[in-house]
């Protein structure tokens, strides 16, 4: 049996309370033609005070902390609990400061913040959040992108950016929309999704429904047996208008997660992708002119099979040769690398990546060689060690690093653009 749940459950809060937008009929009718035109609903801006005398730190340390400890912290103050740890703390006991592990969780500081993970979750394992640990929390959020966007960075969110959306004239003629998912990462280029739209009443073109789900896991230029499978989980639909987010009420498909290897269809359809079951979902409160998103709880790419797609001998000596290098620091630099900044080092292994062995005269670079290949294919190594780039990966080629962790003479330099440089050519002999 589906188990159900609260269509956003802390955001429809009553009793003066902060909601995301829920169209009534008044609104609806304001929408139609002729009809009188209801008050736009106020921006969320304008609903929540964001206290201005104190910076985003200061807020949570003394607003948000002690009304989340309070009841998730049950939970969530462990690296392993019951549920996920976004609240353990970054520094040893006595202190407890979560901070730096919460800003950094994944889908919580996002472009929109009524849509952070954090407050979305509603009725889980655990209690819901009250009305003041939603305010406050949300409050605080909103500080936290206003003072990143100050900075110029771009928070990562699991969202595919609103757009547009072109109605089919019927079902016997469907017209359908493919939205790339490399919108969200890059990584996920040639990925998208699919689907069939239609207007409720084809009269007035109100309400909408989407039929023909379907998930395209695509890659141009893709190698014989090259592997990149993607996982997602939880796809909610959510209308815009003026700015405002409008959630499926119904979280039509909460409980609906699947891995989908490169090129994969369903059994018997070939070439039609993956159905996201039941591949429908019905939003009567779209109206035209209102704009489309689509976010996930996660949406990620699953870690490569060691052995499927080993490296030729030529990727082997090219990456040994002039890639290596770069990735771990040789004797005397005091450089940090991503072999030894407590991140693929032996111990760490962060994604299961281990370059220590380049730190090792004549050691085995294969099987690292395999995973970095994958990645690069993706561009993800580019992206994450981009100086100027918005990813939020430890180490990148700044100023510091400016050696590369490579001992030459002259050093090089800007380390970025030659450590690209690798990665292209490296990248063109596969």
């Known amino acids: 049996m589906k188990s159900v749940r609260p269509a956003f459950s802390l955001a429809a809060l009553g009793g003066g309370g902060l909601a995301l937008a829920t169209l009534s009929a008044g609104l609806l009718a304001g929408c139609l033609p002729d009809a009188p035109k209801a008050p ?22 003394t607003q948000v902390k002690p009304l989340l400890q309070s009841t998730c912290g049950a ?14 703390s970054a520094t040893p006991a006595p202190d407890y400061d979560p901070y730096p592990i919460i800003t950094t969780w994944n889908n919580f500081i996002v472009t929109e913040p009524e849509l952070s993970a954090l407050v979305t979750k509603g009725q889980h394992e655990g209690p819901a959040m009250t009305m003041s640990q939603y305010d406050t929390t949300l409050a605080w959020l909103k500080k936290e992108k206003r003072e990143r966007d100050s900075f110029t960075v771009t928070p990562f969110s699991l969202q595919l950016p609103p757009f547009g959306i072109t109605m089919s004239p019927s079902k016997t003629s469907p017209i359908y929309n493919k939205i790339p998912l490399d919108r969200i990462d890059p990584a996920f280029v040639g990925a998208y999704i699919q689907f069939v739209a239609l207007p409720l ?23 014989a047996n090259e592997q990149r499978s993607i996982f997602f989980k939880n796809p909610l639909f959510v209308l815009w208008r003026a700015g ?15 891995t989908i290897k490169l090129n994969q269809d369903d059994v018997g359809s070939p070439g039609n992708g993956v159905l996201i079951i039941p591949g429908i979902v019905v939003l009567d409160q779209y109206r035209t002119g209102y704009s489309l998103s689509i976010v996930f709880d996660k949406i990620e790419l699953v870690k490569p099979v060691l052995g499927g797609d080993p490296c030729t001998a030529g990727q082997l000596t090219y990456f040994t040769n002039n890639v290596a290098r770069y990735l771990g620091a040789k004797t005397g ?20 990546i281990d370059m220590s062995p380049t730190l090792m005269t004549g050691a085995n670079l ?44 002259p050093p090089e330099n800007p380390c970025f653009d030659n450590f690209k440089t690798k990665l292209d050519t490296w990248k063109a002999t596969q």
């Open 40 to 61: 736009t609903p106020p921006k969320m801006e304008e609903t929540i005070s964001i206290e201005g005398t104190l910076s985003a730190r200061q807020m949570f340390d």
């Open 75 to 88: 939970c969530h103050s462990l690296e392993v609990g019951v549920g996920p740890g976004f609240l353990r």
């Open 201 to 223: 009443n084809s009269t007035t073109g109100t309400g909408l429904e989407i039929s023909d789900l379907r998930f395209f896991n695509r890659k141009p230029g893709a190698s």
């Open 244 to 258: 405002v987010p409008y959630p499926d009420p119904a979280q039509s498909f909460f409980g609906f997660e699947r």
């Open 333 to 352: 630099m005091t450089a940090a690398s991503c072999a030894q900044a407590t991140c693929h080092d032996t111990t760490s292994k962060v994604a299961e």
């Open 366 to 409: 294969g099987p690292l060689c395999e995973q970095l290949k994958f990645y690069n294919n993706l561009g993800v190594i580019t992206k994450n060690t981009d100086p100027n780039g918005g990813a939020s990966h430890p180490f990148k080629w700044t100023t510091a690093n400016n050696r590369c962790g490579v001992l030459s003479s």
